[in-house]
């Protein structure tokens, strides 16, 4: 259980950490992109533009890790697909619902972590602040992992 915050059970494949709290009580959400190939025909005005489909989408979060042994446990993580659990409605993305404490909680499958960044040590009291940027395949209008 987690000292710094109000979410015990927020985490990613069993290993805990925190929301880095934001000042002004805003936080990302997923990011799309538009997988758009145009090739142009030689000798002409015309393109042929094609439409790919969704790529995964990303999310980067500021995290805080209680513990150093719980941030080593998260950096062999990446690239690992797990699951993700936030707070429930944090994002779009939707996931099975869990009551946890007098708290929902969303376990979002199928999710990879991409990536770590911006290690800080915080000397003196063991924690960690770092963000990570976690990837899932999911559908854009329904927030469901992409089967």
């Known amino acids: 259980m987690s000292d710094h915050g109000l979410t015990p059970y927020v985490g990613f494949d069993l290993v805990p950490f925190d929301i880095a709290p934001s000042a ?10 538009q997988a758009i190939e145009v090739r ?4 002409s005005n015309t393109a042929v533009v094609q439409h790919m ?3 995964p989408a990303t999310i ?3 995290l805080f890790f209680d513990r150093v042994v719980d941030y080593r446990r998260f950096m ?4 690992v697909v797990g699951t993700l659990t936030l707070l429930a409605n944090f994002t779009s993305a939707v996931g099975t619902v869990e009551h946890k ?3 929902d909680y969303e376990h979002l499958d199928a999710v990879m972590l991409l990536s770590v960044r911006g290690t800080q040590i915080l000397i003196g009291n063991e924690g960690v ?3 990570a940027t976690f990837m899932r395949a999911m559908d ?3 927030g469901l992992a992409a089967t």
Do not use: F, M, R
Request: proline share 12%; with cysteine.
């Open 60 to 62: 980067t979060l500021s």
């Open 24 to 33: 002004a009580g805003t936080y990302p959400d997923w990011e799309w992109s």
């Open 76 to 79: 062999q993580k990446q690239g």
């Open 40 to 43: 142009h025909i030689p000798g």
């Open 140 to 142: 854009p209008l329904t």
């Open 53 to 55: 489909g969704n790529p």
């Open 129 to 131: 602040e770092c963000q």
């Open 101 to 103: 404490l007098h708290v």
